[in-house]
């Protein structure tokens, strides 16, 4: 499979800033040429004006978040169901910052998958240590408990994806090393195997935190890196698109 970009817009930007970048990757994109698939995650308000702008671009546009219930009393909330009909083809799951804002625990982020699958959604699961769990030296553990308890049992490979983001680099400019990430994708194909069988090898697994041009050449040559999960970074076309050209 081809390796995923994705952007993750967070809680940023008016709709004139959406889809003035909206606007421009479409334009990037219409050049043809890149050797990966590229996604992008704007706060819900924007969805579709954003996936009308890209709706014959072949760049798709994805959620951050939904619910676990198809509908029902749930103030504020989003659902798997909504999110398709607005032209979503993906939704980010277990962000870390969902996890620490809003107590997301493991069964949480799983029931909101399981969600996104019955809505005809990707989920992109995300998992990744603290700081403090890595000086433990539990990261590697909690990345695999993680994976076990946020992913469902027996689903199609090639309809999961997820992300490795270290919490400590989220934001803050550091980055894992290489290594590092070689080693934690690592085990995360180790576990998957045992959720989702021989497929595992169909997973791509996405490297998240703090990727940039300057770095995501170098984290994208890794084994068993699938792509990028990329924050700031793509709230400007031009980083994000020097992203994207850097997929091996």
Same mark, same amino acid.
Request: include cysteine; charge should be negative.
């Given at each position: 499979?081809?390796?995923?970009?994705?952007?993750?817009?967070?809680?940023?930007?008016?709709?004139?800033? %959406?889809? /003035?970048?909206?606007?421009?990757?479409?334009?990037?994109?219409?050049?043809? +040429?890149? =050797?990966? @698939?590229? *996604? !992008?995650?704007?706060?819900?308000?924007?969805?579709?004006?954003?996936?009308?702008?890209?709706?014959?671009?072949?760049?798709?546009?994805?959620?951050?978040?939904?619910?676990?219930?198809?509908?029902?009393?749930?103030?504020?909330?989003?659902?798997?169901?909504?999110?398709?009909?607005?032209?979503?083809?993906?939704?980010?799951?277990?962000?870390?910052?969902?996890?620490?804002?809003?107590?997301?625990?493991?069964?949480?982020?799983?029931?909101?998958?399981?969600?996104?699958?019955?809505?005809?959604?990707?989920?992109?699961?995300?998992?990744?240590?603290?700081?403090?769990?890595?000086?433990?030296?539990? %990261?590697? /553990?909690?990345?695999?408990?993680?994976?076990?308890?946020?992913?469902?049992? +027996?689903? =199609?490979? @090639?309809? *999961? !994806?997820?992300?490795?983001?270290?919490?400590?680099?989220?934001?803050?400019?550091?980055?894992?090393?290489?290594?590092?990430?070689?080693?934690?994708?690592?085990?995360?194909?180790?576990?998957?195997?045992?959720?989702?069988?021989?497929?595992?090898?169909?997973?791509?697994?996405?490297?998240?935190?703090?990727?940039?041009?300057?770095?995501?050449?170098?984290?994208?040559?890794?084994?068993?890196?699938?792509?990028?999960?990329?924050?700031?970074?793509?709230?400007?076309?031009?980083?994000?698109?020097?992203?994207?050209?850097?997929?091996?």
């Amino acid at each position: 499979m081809k390796p995923l970009i994705a952007g993750n817009w967070k809680m940023n930007g008016l709709l004139a800033d %959406a889809t /003035a970048l909206a606007e421009d990757l479409k334009a990037r994109a219409a050049a043809g +040429g890149l =050797a990966c @698939e590229l *996604l !992008v995650c704007p706060p819900y308000p924007h969805i579709g004006p954003v996936a009308d702008i890209l709706s014959e671009s072949g760049v798709q546009v994805g959620g951050q978040d939904c619910h676990n219930a198809g509908s029902g009393a749930h103030t504020g909330d989003i659902s798997g169901a909504m999110l398709r009909d607005m032209g979503c083809s993906h939704v980010i799951l277990g962000h870390s910052e969902r996890r620490a804002d809003h107590g997301e625990n493991d069964a949480v982020v799983r029931a909101k998958a399981e969600a996104a699958l019955a809505a005809g959604l990707i989920p992109i699961v995300c998992v990744g240590e603290t700081a403090a769990e890595r000086s433990a030296g539990q %990261a590697l /553990a909690v990345i695999a408990r993680q994976v076990k308890g946020s992913v469902p049992v +027996g689903m =199609a490979a @090639e309809r *999961l !994806v997820v992300a490795y983001e270290p919490v400590w680099a989220i934001g803050t400019g550091q980055t894992a090393t290489p290594g590092d990430v070689a080693e934690a994708h690592t085990e995360i194909r180790r576990v998957l195997v045992g959720l989702v069988g021989e497929g595992a090898e169909q997973v791509r697994i996405l490297y998240g935190g703090s990727v940039k041009p300057a770095n995501a050449r170098e984290l994208m040559a890794q084994h068993n890196v699938g792509g990028a999960l990329v924050g700031g970074a793509s709230l400007k076309a031009e980083d994000f698109w020097a992203i994207a050209t850097s997929c091996p």
